[in-house]
């Protein structure tokens, strides 16, 4: 069955359902779901998570990586981030977010979104949105993380939004060198420059990365750049 638009475009249409009549947003979900022909949201994020780039992306990936997944806002980086840590407990393995943007309960209407839930999981998904949010806090708290771990981190430009944490290069550094020591899959929402021209190019890339603080993005082993479904590794 062929959505009438791409899924961010029926989740934001969702989103302001929910704001608009004052329902939950999971109920907003369903009835964009009805919509299109299914009985709920979780049955057609099933399909698209059949056919979601997110399962291919995880096969490439290889403990030590770091990954920079870039997208304007509401173009699906956090949401094929946190399918990339679904990925990961779907092979056992855990998945953990540090965020600076997002509560607790919007991290689980996130997830779904993508019809998952993290207490399905048996305890692999791991939560932090903590204001002290650094490369050394999250060092220090993946200190016991078993290789393979992915890590999600939200977002990139704010590791160093706080003057006493050190360089964002430097943090960036410190944690490539801890997730190749200990085995992790680090992956890190980005922001993109305003600057980006979607008429110019179907997708983002590597020179629309909006760096406010200078950053070597040849540190990062692996790309993924999304826009109006479009997907460029």
Known sequence: MK???????????????????RIPLHQALDRVAAGE????WSLLAARRTATSPAGGL???????DLVLIGARPGHGKTLMSLELAVEAMKAGRRGVLFTLEYTARDVI???????ADPA?????????DS????????????????????VVVD?????????????????????????????????????IDRSYDPAKKPCPDIGDVRLPNPLDLSLFSKMCFLHAGQIRF
């Open 37 to 40: 022909g299914f009985g709920a």
């Open 155 to 191: 977002y990139l430009q704010l590791l160093d939004h706080r003057r006493e944490n050190p360089p964002l290069m430097a943090q960036i550094r410190t944690l490539k060198a801890f997730a190749a020591d200990r085995g992790l899959i680090l992956v890190f929402i980005s922001q």
């Open 109 to 115: 209407d996130r997830f779904r979104a993508i019809g």
């Open 120 to 128: 399905h999981f048996g305890g692999l998904f791991d939560f932090d």
């Open 58 to 64: 995880f096969a490439r990936l290889a403990p030590g």
């Open 3 to 21: 959505l009438s638009a791409p899924v961010h475009h029926l989740k934001r249409r969702a989103r302001r359902l929910s704001r608009e009549e």
């Open 131 to 150: 204001d002290a949010i650094s490369a050394d806090y999250i060092v220090g708290a993946l200190a016991t993380a078993p290789p393979g771990t992915l």
